[in-house]
């Protein structure tokens, strides 16, 4: 009866950790620094790199190959276009514009990184950021900042793209 027991315990085991599988986690990570003797701000984003392959995929109707050998030699247009559509940052209520500067691998994420220039400091900042949003109703993009050494975070959903922060 033990054994029969234990085997119906491991056959759920496996089958719940299998069934874990099934259903992807969909976030991406964006850090924000301010840094005040340059006037900018410094972002990081961090993408996995399948999900924004199929995304590039469905809008551009081309296959891009990131992180390979074979990655297209426009990459650097398409992610500047890309993420200038699905990402605006309003800095004390003026629209401002994000600047790539280049990427990375890090395993299977591409890492980003842009400046978005504050002429006057930071006292509030609006972010709305859709990457993914359009390939996945889960997505998450999680906005972690470091704004004149106050550190604060959004979590931005299909449902909520926008969020702003005081400091």
Not at 74 to 85: D, P, R
Not at 139 to 163: A, V
Request: hydrophobic share 40%; charged share 25%.
């Amino acid at each position: 009866m033990k054994q029969i027991a234990r085997f119906i315990f491991l056959t759920l085991i496996l089958f719940s950790l299998s069934a874990a599988d099934v259903h992807k986690f969909y976030v991406a990570i964006f850090q924000m620094d301010y840094i005040p003797e340059k006037n900018v701000i410094q972002m990081t984003s961090r993408v996995f790199t399948d999900d924004l392959e199929l995304a590039f995929e469905k809008k551009y109707n081309k296959k891009f190959y990131l992180a390979t050998s074979r990655e297209i030699s426009e990459t650097k247009q398409y992610l500047e276009m890309y993420f200038a559509e699905k990402i605006t940052v309003t800095v004390n209520g003026t629209v401002q514009p994000i600047k790539y500067l280049g990427k990375e691998i890090e395993d299977d994420v591409l890492v980003c990184y842009y400046t978005i220039p504050t002429p006057d400091g930071v006292t509030t900042i609006n972010i709305k950021n859709t990457t993914l949003f359009d390939m996945y109703a889960e997505q998450q993009n999680m906005i972690h900042t470091n704004i004149n050494d106050n550190k604060k975070s959004l979590l931005l959903t299909l449902d909520k793209p926008e969020g702003i922060l005081e400091y």
